[in-house]
């Protein structure tokens, strides 16, 4: 008696499931509708929903790798492999995901509604995998009719299958491998056809999106701002590129892009590059910016723009030629912001307050801000209270700012572009305002130059 009372609890617990599912879809789809639409209330009645659902199972499918990422009119085959079941490397991979990892679904986007079914959640498994395991008090839930609980169940465990014959299409991506011994004949080949690891990228999509707004990045980054300790680690990851799947319509590529809204990252394909400042001791300078200029980057940067100048100089109001030059005053914008982070972490806090430290009062506020929280020192309190009140006030930025306009003009004329004045610094100087205060930017404008 006992068992038939446990199953038929666990079968009412399945049912309640289902039908709130089910309710909830109603609630979505005739909000706002008149309520006598007789013929949608209908399509929603417990026995005929599930029905209709098992109907269109068969219209999508399961995947952890899907062809439609590669091109979205690709007619081959989607793959489904479970990453615990592949060989183990030491390269990262779909195997290392293990048993914990999203499968995706591929097919009909009208009917990916029934995978959304499919993963509701009884007694912490998904309503799929008790279908897969054919459980008997869901098999009830469905119907009681076994013959029609049992073609429902059937039609549902369709959604993880693979073709018996894998097919490739000429839109897929192709590779063909050399196995032979001459390469001149077309049957030492082998043609290999990479696959989009959907199940992959949606867990890096997932450890990406964790460390831009994450709980736990989000108070490292706090701590660092108001400069006090913290205990966690903080995650970065840099140059990274968006790339958009599907467009307006990212359901067409697979369920689990449509939750990324489209939006896949890749990660630098890069080598680390190492690089030090010409001069690390800016006790020896007397402005920064005779360092800056050997920073990572910024030579090339500085001369890509004398070169877009010069050889655009009658067109250089064309919307094209603008943006040209944006993108070069944002990489060196990001430079700067780069660089001084760098010397802010680099010297220990105070180190501005040797005496053969020659840097103008601006740059020193702006390396050196930790500076401030230091106990005065004896017979220099005067000092140092005036470098705490002017960091707070905050007037140092748009003297850096001004500072980094001029010499970037420096730069131009040095190079032959004589035609450079008072305008472009201003408009240098705007562009360099936040970057300077980065990563706490003032929210503030450089009204001129130094």
Known sequence: MTDVSEHSSRSERFRFAIATFIEARREAKLKGKAAEDEGELEKYEYGTWIADAARRAGQIKTVTHALKAT??????????????????????G??????????????????????????????GQRLLDWVLAGDADLRHAMHDDPAVADEWMA????????EPKAISHELAKQVYWLVGDDPTRDTGYHLL????????????????????????????????????PHDGGYREYRNLVARKLGGTKPQNISQLNSERGGVNYLLASLPPTWTRSRSLDLLKQRTVFQVFLHYAGVRGQVRALVKLLKDHAEDAST??????????????????????????????????RES???????????????????????????????????????????????????????????????????????????????????????????????
Request: hydrophobic letters at 40%.
């Open 71 to 92: 091109h979205p009119d690709a007619r081959g085959s989607s793959l489904y492999t479970r990453p615990n079941l592949l060989p183990s490397r030491a390269e990262v």
């Open 94 to 123: 779909t195997h290392s995901l293990g048993e914990n990892f999203a499968e995706d679904v591929v097919g009909n986007a009208a009917a990916l509604d029934v995978f959304k079914f499919l993963r509701v959640e009884v007694d």
């Open 155 to 162: 039609a549902f465990g369709t959604l993880v299958r693979n």
């Open 193 to 228: 056809q990479p696959m989009f690891a959907t199940s992959l990228a949606h867990r890096v999509h997932a450890e990406i999106q964790d460390a831009r707004f994450g709980d736990t990045n989000r108070l490292a980054r706090e701590a660092y701002r108001v400069r006090k």
């Open 319 to 352: 919307m094209t030629i603008r943006q040209a030059r944006e993108r070069i005053e944002q990489d060196l914008g990001a430079g700067l912001a780069a660089f001084g982070l760098e010397q802010q972490q680099r010297y220990a806090p105070g180190w501005t």
């Open 356 to 450: 053969a430290c020659q840097l103008p009062a601006c740059e020193c506020l702006w390396l050196d801000p930790g500076r401030a929280e230091l106990p005065s020192r004896p017979g220099r309190e005067e000092a140092d209270e005036s470098f705490r009140t002017a960091l707070a006030h905050g007037d140092w930025a748009d003297e850096v700012a001004g500072r980094f306009a001029n010499w970037l003009n420096d730069q131009l004329r040095e190079a032959g572009l004589t035609a450079v004045g008072d305008i472009e610094a201003r408009h240098w100087a705007r562009q360099a305002i936040v970057d300077v205060t980065w990563p706490t930017p003032l929210q503030r404008q450089a009204g001129g130059t130094a």
